[in-house]
């Protein structure tokens, strides 16, 4: 098992409710989607995957081990967990920091300790991978929305966790960027690796999902299941907020339908 969290709560200091008893666990090599509306939780839980916030209810397991506070100030148990997990930030403004793309995902393996030619050959490999060598000597700030996504996921790659998670990583972009988001997460799953991502973009959920929960504007998990199931179930995606509902009158028939959501998330 990689994550398990079980009756997890989360407020933030100013008492704003972000998590409300949340269970869920993700194994190894599954892609798990946290489908939700905005506001309903999705990054604070993946920050709480993440050991970057600590829930005031509840436990969460990393790789079988209690994940606390205390167990991420020990620096073996820390460097072990960092160098499994990665995580891609919705705006990568907040991850991005170097002052060329190639020292961003130098970053990651130089962290690791690893020897300087390796660290070559692996920042090469994800550059060219990514498909994004000719912005190495470029600084990551000056790049398109669509080019610092491919960074700040080539910034994870290149130290190689098994674990990725995702914060809305189509939000924003372009409809071929989404596409290239998309193939990506399903190609980095078929080799092997885990992927937890958070989205409200029901139009790419069925793609890089093999298993859905849904979190309310109540901050709780309103159902968990397959994509066929939870995508055909109206009422839920309603109550989720991740529907419209709409009724229109067709002659004397009542005739209702939804509408999915497909704006981007402006919600950081
Ligand atoms: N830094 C913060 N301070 C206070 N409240 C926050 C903060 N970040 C998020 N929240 C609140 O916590 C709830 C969950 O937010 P978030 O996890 O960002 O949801 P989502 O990612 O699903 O949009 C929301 O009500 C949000 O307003
Ligand atoms: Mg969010």
Redesign the pocket.
């Known amino acids: 098992m990689v994550f398990e969290i079980k009756d997890v709560v989360y407020s ?3 008492g ?4 409300c008893r949340v269970s869920m666990h993700v194994q190894d090599g599954e892609k798990v989607a946290i489908l ?10 993946l ?1 709480i995957l993440d050991g970057l916030y600590f829930p005031e209810h509840g436990r969460v397991y990393a790789f079988g081990e209690l994940l606390t506070e205390e167990r991420l100030q020990e620096p073996g148990f820390s460097q072990a967990f960092r160098r499994r997990v990665g995580f891609v930030f ?1 705006n990568p403004d907040v991850q991005l920091f170097s002052s060329t793309v190639w020292d961003e995902v130098a970053f990651g393996p130089l962290q690791l300790g690893l020897p300087q030619e390796e660290v070559v050959g692996r920042v090469e490999d994800v550059l060219s991978m990514l498909g994004i060598a000719k912005l190495s000597k470029r600084h990551p700030y000056n790049l398109s929305g669509g080019e610092k996504k491919k960074v700040a996921i080539a910034s994870v790659l290149s130290y190689n966790p098994d674990v990725l998670l995702l ?2 990583p189509t939000a924003g972009l372009d409809p071929k960027t989404q596409a290239w988001v998309v193939d990506c997460i399903i190609e980095l799953n078929q080799a092997g690796k885990t992927i937890v991502t ?1 989205t ?1 973009d029901l139009s790419i959920v069925q793609e890089i999902t093999e298993r859905i929960y849904v ?1 309310s504007e109540e ?1 709780k998990v309103i159902a968990e299941g397959d994509p066929a199931h939870i995508l055909q179930d109206e009422e839920l995606l309603i109550k989720g907020n991740l529907a419209h509902f709409h009724a229109h009158r067709h002659g004397l028939a009542m005739h209702a339908h939804s509408h999915q959501h497909i704006a981007h ?1 402006h ?2």
Do not use: M
């Open positions: 933030y200091s100013d704003s409710a972000a998590l939700g509306a905005n506001g309903s939780g999705k990054s604070t839980l920050h919705q914060d809305e958070a409200h979190l901050h998330d919600h950081d």
